[in-house]
């Protein structure tokens, strides 16, 4: 079973324009991870957000994580072509590296 | 540094055949993890391993096993392959047991007919 849900499944965008995702767990974490992947390819990690953390910004990647909602969203500004691909979120529960992992947000961002 | 590592790229087999996947760990990293992605859906913990020994599994039937190696590379190996085993297979690694980060390898896309 799959821990996180991400909403939307997809999500089609232009070029400049911000992409947000958002992500829901069901169980209390120890940290939240997103992660990229592109063309069924290997998963890139972009960014980590801890459960005594709020909000965490890299770069266009800002991320937030509400615990008390059971919730995490991942918005991209500016998004770019290069942008275009599944993005994932992973939860960990066990403070053992046992992800769970959502199924996913397939963001498209056309020129 | 080369990052994780993973052959074979793609594999076909037949149902009821015998499989076996490799990792390699980038170098340093002692925690290797495997997880199943069935295409539209997102990775599932399959096991992990550290300092050679099984410290995690997840809900996979016991045709599914794993081993890891004195320099830290890992092994996947199936039994009795389904045609739902079809799926790419990653790994991934990370350098001790309690890291919030790991690094994963291209996967490897197996289909099974």
């Known amino acids: 079973s799959q821990q996180g849900e991400e909403d939307p499944q997809a999500l089609s965008i232009q070029e400049g324009e911000n992409a947000t995702m958002n992500c829901s767990y069901k169980?209390?974490?120890?940290?939240l991870q997103w992660y990229r992947q592109n063309s069924g390819r290997g998963l890139v990690h972009l960014i980590l957000?801890?459960?005594?953390?709020r909000e965490k910004h890299s770069g266009r990647l800002r991320v937030t994580l509400d615990t008390s909602k059971k919730s995490s969203s991942l918005l991209i500004t500016a998004s770019r072509a290069a942008d275009t691909a599944s993005y994932f979120c992973a939860t960990d529960a066990t403070s053992w590296g046992k992800f769970q992992f959502g199924a996913g947000t397939q963001v498209v961002v056309t020129p | 540094d080369a990052g994780v590592t993973q052959s074979p790229t793609h594999l076909i087999k037949t149902r009821g055949q015998h499989v076996t996947l490799r990792c390699s760990p980038i170098?340093?990293?002692?925690?290797v993890s495997w997880y199943q992605q069935v295409l539209g859906q997102g990775p599932q913990f399959i096991f992990q391993y550290y300092e050679k020994e099984e410290r995690g599994r997840g809900n996979f039937p016991d045709r599914f096993s794993a081993r890891q190696f004195p320099n830290y590379s890992s092994e996947l190996n199936v039994n009795a392959l389904l045609l739902g085993d079809s799926a790419l297979y990653l790994c991934?690694?990370?350098?001790?047991?309690?890291?919030?980060?790991?690094?994963f390898g291209p996967g490897t896309r197996l289909l099974v007919l």
């Open positions: 957000i801890r459960s005594n953390e």
């Open positions: 991934a690694s990370s350098w001790g047991l309690a890291e919030e980060t790991q690094y």
């Open positions: 170098s340093g990293h002692k925690s």
């Open positions: 169980t209390s974490i120890n940290n």
